[in-house]
C-alpha cells in the first residue's frame, strides 16, 4: 500500500478493517481531542501498514512535532521562512502559527540537556520520517485537535 491510498480517516478505517458505524459507535460521546486521538491510531495503524513498534533499543520511531508561533512571532519571520509555517490553528482566541516537524525516537527519550520531552503514546509512532511528515501535513487538524484542544470560536 502506498500511503497516498490513505488520504481520509474513512481511508483508513477501511483498510483497519473497521466500518464508519463501529468508528461512530467507539467515539460516541468522547471529547473531541479524545476522538481525535482514537482516528489518529487508525491512521497510523494504516499508514504503517503492518509495522509495530517492537520497543528494541536500537528501533527508531518517529514522531510527529508542531513548533507553534503567536501572531506578533509569526509577524517577525521573513518571507520564505512564512512558507515553512503552512498550518494555522486557533486555540482559544489567539491563533497560531504551526511549523509540523518529525523527530527520531530511541528509549529513553532525553534531549541533549538530559531533560525529558514530552511525547505522543507510542501508539502513534510511525516507520519512517516520509510516512510521518505526510501524515502530519495530511491530517494536520487531527493532531492540532489532539495536541491543543478542540478549536473555539473567537467571539
Known sequence: MKKEDVRTLDDALRICGVT???YKAQTNGLPE???AFIALRYIVEALNDGWKPSHAAQEIRWFVWFDVLSDAEYGTLRPHDKANWPVKCQCGRIYHHAIVRVYPDRSPLVD???LMQGQYPIAL???DADTARYAATRFSEAFLTLCFGPQRSSA
Open 20 to 22: 464508519i458505524d463501529q
Open 33 to 35: 481531542d479524545v476522538r
Open 112 to 114: 541533549g540537556q538530559g
Open 125 to 127: 509512532a510511525f516507520r
